[in-house]
């Protein structure tokens, strides 16, 4: 959908038109968030004059369409690249029998009031947009249709490499910031066909080999530069990513030290269940438990029978509850009345 502002179009990503009122000199058409993708490009290790060559060589990898124009905006060393379908906005310009070179295409993300630092949420003409602000430029920007969630809005702080105590958990009320006459950054360099752009940089190239073979060399540590950069980027989001993971073990570690800890206080089953171990491990002639003493893991136990008891059996099914080793009889003058000792197994 087309909206009619003086000098001024909004290209939506609905199909809609309607026909423009005839204007003279250059219209504005305004690409609203939808429609377009955001990158920067840090080019600080390129020498300044072969920054446009090395941005084209960029673009030609990043293109996010087929065909894609861009509009580009200088901070210093970084590219600010806004992206969009070249083949659609110029059949929609025609379509309203107007001439490509008489409407100035930008990003809607332009004309919005910028900020010096920190997040933000911005109403667009269509939907959303998330933006992180640092050192009076835009470090990071996301579209959503509706509002985003907390999710969202977390992974995208993330994304922006946000350190983890400064991550807002909740979005912030989207702000309405009023579209400016001019953008707050001026384009320069943008590419309109990258076919074109990456034809003259391979000229380019060939001439600075003919003439100064030393700048492959050049050229080939910035890509070790760049990659080196780009995986330092991937280490920090994944450290990003592992953070939960890594939290959660040393908090299981933590517990198993806390559970470690309160069985070396009682490292041995209860006495009630040792004397219901003992006692099923009895012959069933009326024996009993006549005498009980635990002490330190060590158990001295008598028992009396009103027949001879037998030693070695007991023992035997003493062992075989699993809950007492080095089971012996201790010598004795009356063999209806035996002290066992034995060593209780602890939990």
């Given amino acids: 959908m087309i909206l009619r502002l003086p000098a001024r179009r909004f290209l939506q990503s609905t199909e809609k038109t309607e026909t423009p009122e005839a204007r003279f000199g250059t219209l504005q058409w305004v690409l609203t968030r939808?429609?377009?993708?955001?990158?920067?490009?840090?080019?600080?290790?390129?020498?300044?004059?072969?920054?446009?060559?090395?941005?084209?060589l960029e673009l030609a990898q990043w293109t996010p369409f087929s065909h894609s124009d861009y509009y580009v905006g200088w901070h210093g060393p970084k590219a600010l690249v806004w992206g969009w379908d070249a083949e659609k906005v110029r059949t929609a310009i025609a379509a309203q029998g107007l001439k490509l070179k008489s409407a100035q295409v930008l990003p809607e993300t332009v004309l919005r009031a910028p900020l010096s630092d920190g997040l933000c949420l911005i109403t667009c003409q269509e939907g959303y947009e998330g933006q992180f602000w640092l050192e009076g430029h835009i470090e990071r920007s996301r579209w959503w249709p509706q509002p985003p969630s907390?999710?969202?809005?977390?992974?995208?702080?993330?994304?922006?490499?946000i350190a983890p105590n400064q991550q807002q958990r909740q979005p912030p009320v989207a702000r309405s910031a009023p579209l400016?006459?001019?953008?707050?950054?001026?384009?320069?360099?943008?590419?309109?066909?990258?076919?074109?752009?990456?034809?003259?940089?391979?000229?380019?190239?060939?001439?600075?080999?003919?003439?100064?073979?030393?700048?492959?060399?050049?050229?080939?540590?910035y890509k070790v530069r760049l990659s080196t950069a780009q995986i330092q980027e991937q280490r920090v989001q994944m450290e990003l990513e592992t953070a939960p993971i890594a939290k959660a073990r040393g908090q299981a570690l933590d517990y198993l030290a806390r559970i470690n800890?309160?069985?070396?206080?009682?490292?041995?089953?209860?006495?009630?269940?040792?004397?219901?171990?003992?006692?099923?491990?009895?012959?069933?002639?009326?024996?009993?438990?006549?005498?009980?003493?635990?002490?330190?893991?060590?158990?001295?136990?008598t028992v009396t029978s009103k027949t001879?008891?037998?030693?070695?059996?007991?023992?035997?099914?003493?062992?075989?509850?699993?809950?007492?080793?080095?089971?012996?009889?201790?010598?004795?003058?009356?063999p209806k009345n035996v002290m066992f000792q034995m060593d209780v197994i602890g939990k």
């Fill in 180 to 221: 400016d006459a001019k953008p707050w950054i001026t384009g320069a360099g943008a590419t309109s066909d990258p076919a074109i752009q990456v034809g003259r940089v391979i000229v380019a190239l060939c001439a600075l080999l003919l003439l100064l073979p030393t700048y492959w060399y050049g050229f080939g540590l």
């Fill in 308 to 334: 001879d008891i037998s030693t070695t059996q007991l023992i035997s099914m003493m062992q075989q509850a699993n809950s007492f080793r080095n089971v012996k009889a201790l010598p004795g003058q009356d």
């Fill in 261 to 301: 800890t309160l069985r070396g206080i009682a490292p041995y089953p209860g006495q009630l269940s040792l004397m219901a171990k003992i006692a099923q491990a009895l012959p069933a002639d009326n024996s009993y438990i006549k005498d009980w003493d635990f002490q330190q893991g060590q158990l001295k136990v």
């Fill in 150 to 161: 907390p999710d969202e809005w977390l992974m995208f702080q993330r994304d922006a490499a």
């Fill in 34 to 56: 939808a429609m377009y993708r955001f990158k920067i490009f840090d080019l600080a290790q390129v020498p300044a004059k072969n920054r446009m060559q090395a941005l084209g």
